[in-house]
């Protein structure tokens, strides 16, 4: 194989993306039975963040480890990034050392200049226009708790952001329906809406959206360099909370999805997110074991 990045869901085929999914299930009871083989031996992966991070950093050093692999941490304030020096430079520099490049930064084409550059596999940890390290992790978790998630109906409530872009691709890629509620304002990118409207449906009603879904998924409605907004954006939100009475118009079996880090009081309430349909923890861990099958897919040391 070539070399690869992952810097969309859309840097994968449908096939591609469910034998990843596929494989994060297969690693997880692996690791769950000590079977871990160290495929990631010798191997240096590092990781280039200009934003904060808990779990996008911890699954991948910890997941890099499980593999026998080894993890370098640039946080926003150590590189020389911070004081100017080229992406371009940057990657340069560090492909002729490492073997993985995982940043997580803020404009999108900061990524495509690392990938462009770059002479080892770049995978995206985060940008402002998407986050699809974050869709492996949710699409496994529906496909664990619920099976194929082709057809089904997952209902967007909140801001059209980075996060919702994902689950937008993921919805042409593997054919499912995502209905978007937003407020006129906060819709998301109308580009990438344009390539998935056979998918994607937006309104600004969050009970036409979650009118019989099988999941429901919301993020913060304040996304890391805005918090200066975020007084504003709570008032023009308010009405896209996801609370008990917005589940009870999804399907019954329901389940609940959030990225994390929530908000509990804003963009959802304590009672669904620490409720029965709520599973964003195995969500949330999830993201260990995704990201290991992508490791391994972008490095092709599948065994
Ligand atoms: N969901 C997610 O990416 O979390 P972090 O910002 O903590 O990495
Ligand atoms: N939309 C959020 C996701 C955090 C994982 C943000 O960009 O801050």
């Known amino acids: 194989m070539g070399l690869r990045h992952f810097l969309s869901l859309n840097d994968l085929s449908a096939s591609e993306l469910k034998l990843i999914i596929d494989r994060a299930i297969a690693l997880k009871a692996s690791l769950q039975d000590n079977r871990t083989r160290d495929v990631m031996r010798g191997k240096v992966a590092v990781l280039v963040f200009e934003k904060n991070s808990t779990r996008t950093r911890i699954s991948f050093e910890c997941g890099i480890a499980q593999l026998g692999g080894h993890a370098v941490f640039m946080g926003p304030a150590e590189s020389q990034l911070s004081r100017g020096e080229s992406v371009e430079d940057t990657a340069r520099v560090i492909s002729r050392m490492s073997d993985l490049v995982i940043m997580r930064t803020g404009a999108h084409e900061r990524i495509e200049e690392m990938a462009n550059s770059a002479l080892v596999p770049v995978i995206n940890g985060l940008t402002d226009f998407n986050h699809p390290c974050q869709l492996l992790a949710d699409l496994q978790t529906y ?161």
């Open 143 to 303: 496909i664990e708790y619920r099976g194929d998630i082709t057809g089904i109906t997952a209902a967007w409530i909140g801001d059209g952001n980075n996060v919702c872009h994902s689950w937008m691709n993921a919805a042409r890629i593997l054919d499912f329906r995502l209905n978007i509620a937003t407020p006129q304002e906060f819709r998301p990118n109308q580009a990438l809406y344009d390539q998935c409207r056979s998918n994607v449906f937006v309104t600004d009603d969050p009970f036409e959206a979650a009118k019989n879904a099988e999941v429901v998924i919301t993020d913060t409605w304040a996304s890391m360099g805005q918090e200066n907004e975020r007084s504003e954006r709570n008032n023009v939100f308010k009405p896209y909370r996801v609370d008990s009475k917005l589940m009870q118009c999804a399907h019954r079996d329901a389940l609940f999805m959030h990225c994390l880090p929530a908000y509990r009081g804003q963009e959802v309430t304590a009672e669904v997110i620490d409720g029965p349909q709520s599973v964003v923890f195995p969500e949330a861990e999830n993201r260990l074991h995704a990201q290991k099958a992508l490791m391994k897919f972008l490095l092709d040391v599948n065994d």
